[in-house]
């Protein structure tokens, strides 16, 4: 989350003030909102879908959806951290499978 931040923001405006901690913080906080909103919505639709009769299928069919893409999300992040520890894929120099060399490299 920093490093997003020190690409954005400059750092050296707010480390006086103490703004960096302070939008950090702010993040922190929308996104545990956030998150307690959607457990609630996902609470409230499950207690109002037990009040409604002859929709067990539709409720099945919303929990198993819901499920799937959670597990595909997950998959997706799993994925994407392994790909940022590979070098070579980002085509630093020298790195195996890379079209630049590293300075000095003589090529006969």
Not at 34 to 39: M, N, T
Not at 80 to 104: E, K, W
């Amino acid at each position: 989350m920093q490093d997003m931040f020190n690409c954005v923001i400059p750092t050296i405006a707010f480390s006086h003030a103490g703004w960096f901690d302070l939008l950090n913080d702010a993040w922190a906080l929308m996104v545990d909102l956030v998150s307690i909103g959607f457990l609630l919505w996902v609470a409230t639709g499950l207690y109002i879908g037990r009040q409604l009769p002859g929709m067990c299928a539709w409720r099945a069919v919303g929990l198993l959806t819901g499920l799937l893409s959670f597990a595909g999300f997950l998959l997706l992040l799993y994925l994407g951290r392994q790909q940022a520890h590979r070098p070579y894929d980002r085509g630093l120099p020298g790195a195996p499978g890379s079209s630049t060399l590293p300075v000095g490299t003589r090529v006969r």
